[in-house]
């Protein structure tokens, strides 16, 4: 389970994985798609219609990916959140200072590095207060749920996967 927010590299670290892991009949799954899926199911135009119910949905398909067998990567914003009792999932956090994150992001994107920023503030601000909501929580990213946390800011794409490879094939 990969989690973390804008701008941290889940989603490099995803396809890198996917890359290794894939030909050894891994599965891959991106909480984006199972969103749209949801999105097209409900038949309403964006994501931030979505209501409760399908707000719970979502995360109800992605713990069931997580519990129902070996050989998966999900990468989510919860996904560590939501498999944090879970003890045969593990659970990748991934950080990164706001600066490089919104470098990323504005680098992607091909938007400035402030406006950037003011995305991944306005995004965390927006889904930590639906979850919160949802959870009756704001305690997303607490390390303790996660079997490895590692701060994106200074390694490679390389480093960051095989820090993760070597946790999960130990």
Not at 86 to 110: F, G, I, Y
Request: hydrophobic share 35%; net charge negative.
């Amino acid at each position: 389970a990969i989690s973390g927010q804008s701008g941290v590299g889940k989603n490099v670290l995803f396809d890198n994985l996917r890359d290794k892991l894939e030909p050894e009949g891994w599965h891959f799954h991106k909480t984006g798609d199972i969103v749209r899926d949801t999105v097209k199911e409900y038949t309403i135009p964006t994501a931030d219609m979505l209501s409760r119910k399908g707000n719970i949905d979502i995360e109800k398909r992605t713990r069931e990916l997580l519990e129902t067998g070996d050989k998966q990567v999900i990468e989510a914003w919860l996904a560590g959140y939501i498999a944090a009792d879970l003890p045969h999932v593990l659970k990748v956090l991934l950080t990164a200072d706001v600066t490089v994150a919104s470098k990323r992001v504005a680098k992607r994107d091909h938007i400035s590095q402030s406006v950037a920023e003011s995305i991944i503030q306005k995004r965390k601000e927006t889904n930590i207060g639906k979850w919160q909501e949802l959870y009756h929580t704001n305690d997303f990213f607490n390390p303790d749920y996660f079997d490895l946390v590692i701060d994106t800011s200074d390694k490679t794409p390389e480093e960051i996967r095989d820090t993760v490879l070597k946790k999960l094939l130990a």
